[in-house]
């Protein structure tokens, strides 16, 4: 399949979740994940009406996304979806207009610190580990619902993140355990939007987007609240290099 096919497949599958929550698709935004694809795949995908691309490594950003948006007059949208080190903020907000994996208090302050020099804002999503499981990055948030202590520390690390200059804290992201069937992943995201809404109305700050749902659980994802989905393979297959 082409990847124009592989997009009118992901939109229409999009639309029927959309529909069987009562939702409007255009309150669902495809993230196409191009890391690892090169220029001319990202391409073949702006011709076909994306564009929000996710990568996921600043070193192949630095390269890819201006021989990218060389090549074309559509302006494009950069989310970065990986794992960010704190000593590599600096090459953050040149490079990305929606960062989703800021996963620490110490990162966002230094997102922060380089935005007010450069009198710049940036929106963000704060990663969050709702799952528990030991691999995943982001705010330790499993138990959240019946140990007051993990709320309190949330409340108050994600207080601080949202009175930083510069940051513009849109809301949060999540990426769901690998299981055999999707369906298992539904109370992962329902927790994420559940989270979502004790975080926005304790802190009284607007926290509209979730970023959930990938190839094997974004119909899932959309049913529970997803604003944003990130799709790699079943737009672009299989990723050239497994990372
Ligand atoms: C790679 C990646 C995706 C896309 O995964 P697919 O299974 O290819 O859709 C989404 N989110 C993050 C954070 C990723 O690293």
Not at 41 to 69: W, Y
Not at 127 to 150: L, M, R
Not at 169 to 186: E, N
Not at 196 to 220: E, F, I, N, Q
Request: charged share 20%; glycine share 6%; aromatic share 4%.
């Amino acid at each position: 399949m082409s990847i124009a096919a592989n997009i009118a497949q992901v939109q229409a599958e999009i639309a029927a979740a959309c529909a069987r929550a009562d939702r409007a698709p255009a309150g669902v935004t495809l993230v196409a994940v191009s890391k690892t694809h090169p220029p001319a795949a990202i391409l073949q995908a702006v011709e076909a009406g994306l564009r929000h691309f996710g990568e996921n490594r600043v070193e192949e950003s630095e390269t890819k996304i201006p021989a990218t948006i060389a090549q074309t007059d559509e302006p494009l949208i950069w989310h970065m979806i990986g794992h960010i080190q704190s000593r590599k903020a600096k090459q953050i907000p040149p490079l990305y207009q929606v960062v989703h994996s800021v996963d620490t208090l110490k990162l966002a302050a230094k997102l922060s610190q380089q935005l007010t020099a450069a009198a710049d804002t940036l929106d963000v999503l704060l990663e969050t580990n709702v799952s528990g499981e030991a691999s995943k990055a982001g705010f330790a948030a499993a138990g959240w619902h019946t140990d007051p202590a993990i709320r309190e520390r949330l409340l108050a690390e994600i207080g601080q993140i949202v009175a930083l200059p510069g940051l513009n804290v849109r809301g949060l992201m999540t990426m769901a355990p690998i299981v055999a069937d999707a369906a298992q992943t539904r109370p992962i995201f329902a927790d994420l939007r559940q989270l979502r809404d004790l975080l926005a109305d304790s802190l009284h700050h607007p926290l509209p987007d979730l970023s959930m749902g990938m190839t094997d659980d974004y119909p899932v994802a959309i049913e529970e609240g997803a604003t944003i989905v990130r799709i790699g393979r079943a737009i672009f297959g299989e990723r050239q290099t497994e990372r």
